[in-house]
């Protein structure tokens, strides 16, 4: 079956520092990848989305500066929190597609990140 | 019902009892998804209603999907307590793969 995993699973880091976080999808081709945060009591704010051969596309309040994305094969993807602060912290969530139109996005477990 | 700015929202029920949740969207979405996420995991497909259906049922669950009034529902028939969850429904324009999602609605189901 499709899978996708996410590694670390949690995370601390001093205030100021960097965090890379990294998805793995197996069992299917990722065309595409989303990657999310979700707050406290909040939902999914969609941070960029990646698909294979195309350029990254940012949200409105993201930045490639803030939040470099790598997407070098259909089956990985990462993404750093550069100089990660306290508004930052939350569950990184990575959604990920096969081809086609309307299909299911499989999630990891997502990387909780805690900033100090 | 999700969506907006509004917070998440919560129901708190008995088990056996049925649920119905509300979802309305702001813009063309060819389909609707409904996720569940329990406790410390990542969101799961639960059920997928596309906008030629206006019906779809998975076992003890419902989608209704109404395009004309842009909103969605999900119930829930004879809760489990293992039915605990947040509720999130995602839409996306045709073509646009970007599933948007929406606040969320926390169920808890009292054994």
């Known amino acids: 079956g499709a899978l996708v995993y996410q590694y670390p699973r949690r995370t601390i880091c001093k205030s100021g520092t960097s965090m890379r976080m990294e998805c793995q999808a197996v069992?299917?081709?990722?065309?595409?990848v989303a990657w999310y945060r979700q707050s406290p009591q909040k939902t999914f704010e969609l941070i960029a989305l990646?698909?294979?051969?195309?350029?990254?596309?940012?949200e409105q309040n993201f930045t490639q500066e803030k939040f470099p994305i790598s997407h070098p094969n259909l089956s990985f993807s990462s993404m750093t929190v550069l100089n990660a602060y306290l508004e930052d912290r939350g569950l990184y969530l990575c959604?990920?597609?096969?081809?086609?139109?309307?299909?299911?996005?499989?999630f990891g477990k997502g990387t909780r990140l805690t900033v100090v | 019902s999700q969506w907006g700015e509004e917070n998440l929202q919560a129901l708190s029920i008995q088990e056996g009892e049925d649920v119905t949740m509300n979802c309305s969207y702001k813009?063309?979405?060819?389909?609707v998804q409904w996720y569940r996420q329990k406790s410390g995991k990542g969101p799961a497909l639960i059920i997928l209603?596309?906008?030629?259906?206006r019906e779809k049922r998975s076992g003890r669950l419902r989608a209704t999907l109404d395009t004309s009034s842009q909103s969605s529902s999900l119930s829930i028939t004879g809760t489990l307590a293992t039915d605990t969850a947040v509720y999130f429904c995602?839409?996306?324009?045709?073509?646009?793969?970007?599933?948007?999602f929406g606040k969320g609605t926390s169920l808890v189901v009292h054994p």
């Open positions: 995602a839409t996306e324009a045709g073509g646009n793969y970007k599933p948007t």
């Open positions: 959604g990920a597609r096969g081809p086609g139109h309307n299909t299911e996005v499989f």
């Open positions: 990646s698909t294979v051969n195309s350029a990254i596309k940012y």
């Open positions: 813009t063309y979405t060819t389909v």
């Open positions: 209603i596309r906008s030629n259906e």
């Open positions: 069992g299917f081709q990722a065309t595409s």
